[in-house]
């Protein structure tokens, strides 16, 4: 009875860290995907912010 026990608790253990680790890994995936994504955000975004400078200079050129 004592074995059934002392053997039970360890594999109780092994299972709720399994369950972490399953739960941390999805974590992992989600802000994986939410840097990508403002990793492009921000490309665009750079782009957009030097084709505004682009146009401001334009502007200035033809008010003289």
Known sequence: LYCN????????????LQEQLESTQGELSELQAA???AGKRLARASKLIAALGDEA????????
């Open 5 to 16: 026990r002392a053997l039970n608790l360890p594999h109780t253990q092994v299972e709720g």
């Open 57 to 64: 200079v334009r502007w200035k050129v033809r008010r003289g």
């Open 35 to 37: 840097a990508d994504l």
